[in-house]
Nanobody, 124 residues
Framework: QVQLVESGGGLVQAGGSLKLSCAASALTSSRYSMAWFRQAPRKEREFVAA????????PYADSVKGRFTISRDNAKNTVSLQMNSLSPEDTAVYYC?????????????????WGQGTQVTVSS
């Protein structure tokens, strides 16, 4: 059973930075693509970033382009999201997701496994 556990969320002032991490367990020899989504109150869950096993990256969401960077460490089974220049609009619960294979869909329904989420709050 694949388990994803996010960490690194918290409260930060506008303009600050946070780094989220997602630890994946039970990802065996299959190649998994990993992604970050976020969901703000009263909004749909939205795509943020995604990365293949080999490090290929999907286009970032326009709202985070140039500020967020996704990376992964296959040896440690972790994926990270470095978030810089944060604004109150980035406030949301951030979710880690995984799916087998090298495809990088941008829709949440295409991912098989999900973490419980970590709250990011950016104050103005």
């Amino acid at each position: 059973q694949v388990q994803l556990v996010e960490s690194g969320g918290g409260l930060v002032q506008a303009g600050g930075s946070l780094k989220l991490s997602c630890a994946a367990s039970a990802l065996t020899s299959s190649r998994y693509s990993m992604a970050w989504f976020r969901q703000a109150p009263r909004k749909e869950r939205e795509f943020v970033a995604a990365i293949t096993w080999s490090g290929g990256v999907a286009p970032y969401a326009d709202s985070v382009k140039g500020r967020f960077t996704i990376s992964r460490d296959n040896a440690k089974n972790t994926v990270s999201l470095q978030m810089n220049s944060l604004s109150p609009e980035d406030t949301a619960v951030y979710y880690c997701a995984a799916r087998p294979g090298g495809y990088l869909p941008l829709t949440s329904r295409e991912y098989n496994y999900w973490g419980q989420g970590t709250q990011v709050t950016v104050s103005s």
